[in-house]
C-alpha cells in the first residue's frame, strides 16, 4: 500500500480557477486502473480515496496518463508521491534481481574461467573436467527448470565443494589423472 | 545476420520450463550468453592451437574471459529482454507445432551442452599441446 498525494487544477481559458488537493490510498498489486471519479472524494486537502484503488499509478500508461489526458481539457494534474513502500520495495527486488543476473553470470563464467586458467597454465587434469562437467548440469538445470531447482543445486555446489576440497579433487587426479601432477608445468 | 540471432534465442526461450504465467525471458537469455561466451573461450583455444603457443598471459586471459561472461550476459539481456524485443520473437514463431518445439529445444540443449564440451576438449588439447 502506498499513498500519493495529488494535487488537480482546475482551469478555464487559461486561467487558474480552483485547485484541489488529497491524498490516495493505493494498492500497486491490484489490476484496477483508477480513474478520476465520483468515487475519488478528492475535494478536501488530506481525504483519502477509499476504496478507489489504483494498480500503477507511478507506471507509464496508467493513472498519471490518464491525468495527463485530462489537461488537454483545460485541466492538469500532478502526482507526488508521498510514501512508495511497495513501489520501493519492488524497486529493491528488481535490483536485488539484477545483481543475481550479474553475480549468476560472474559466478558462472568464474567457474568455467578457473577451469580455463587451469588449460591456460598447465595445471589441468581430470578433476578440472568434472569441475566444468559440475558447473555445465547446474547451470543448465538452473537455466531449465528455474528458481524452484536454485535450493537444490547450491546445496549439491556446496556439497561437491566440499567434497572436492577434502580431497575429492585429488582422488580424481591421482587415480584417474592424465597428467603427472608431480611435473611442475613449463 | 540478426534474424539467425532471433532464430537461436527462440531455440533457448523453448528449452526452458515455464510455470502458468511465467515468461521465462530472462532464463532463456542467459543461457544464450553462456552459450556464446564459452564458445567465444573456446575459440580462443582453438586460436591458440592453431598457433601453438599461448596467446594472451592466462591472468589477462581470465579478466578478459570474466569481462567476456558479464558483458555479454548483460548485451544479451538488454537487446532481448529489455527492449520487449523476445515478446516480438515469441509472436513471430507462435504458429510452431509441439514437434517443431521439442526440436527447437534439443538443438538449444546441444549448442549448450556442446559449447561447454568444446571449450574442455579445445583447453585439453591446448593444455596437452603447450604444456605436454
Partial sequence: ?186 | MKKIFDIFYYYFYCLILKKENEAGEERASFMFSTATSTLVIALYFLLSIVKGENLLNPRVFFFLGVLIYVVNGLLFSRYFVKSGRYQEIIEEYSNKTMGEKRLYAIIALTIFIGSFLLFALAGYNFSRLVFG
Fill in chain 1, 1 to 186: 500500500m502506498g499513498c500519493l498525494k495529488l494535487t488537480y487544477d482546475y482551469q478555464e481559458q487559461g486561467e487558474k480557477n480552483d485547485s484541489l488537493k488529497w491524498s490516495v490510498w493505493v494498492n500497486p498489486e491490484s489490476d484496477f486502473l483508477g480513474v478520476v471519479d465520483q468515487q475519488s472524494h478528492g475535494n478536501e486537502p488530506g481525504d483519502r480515496g477509499g476504496n478507489n484503488y489504483i494498480g500503477d499509478v507511478l507506471g507509464v500508461g496508467g493513472w498519471l496518463s490518464e491525468a495527463t489526458a485530462l489537461s488537454a481539457y483545460g485541466t492538469s494534474m500532478h502526482g507526488k508521491p508521498l510514501y512508495t513502500g511497495p513501489k520501493t520495495w519492488a524497486g529493491q527486488v528488481t535490483r536485488l534481481n539484477k545483481i543475481g543476473k550479474v553475480a549468476g553470470n560472474l559466478g558462472m563464467g568464474l567457474t568455467a574461467l578457473s577451469a580455463g586458467y587451469s588449460f591456460a597454465t598447465g595445471t589441468d587434469n581430470t578433476s578440472t573436467l568434472v569441475d566444468i562437467g559440475v558447473t555445465v548440469i547446474g547451470a543448465a538445470t538452473i537455466g531449465i527448470v528455474g528458481t524452484a531447482a536454485l535450493p537444490f543445486v547450491a546445496a549439491g555446489g556446496v556439497i561437491y565443494g566440499v567434497w572436492s576440497l577434502a580431497g575429492g579433487s585429488n582422488w580424481v587426479d591421482s587415480n584417474w589423472g592424465y597428467r603427472d601432477t608431480t611435473k611442475v608445468p613449463k
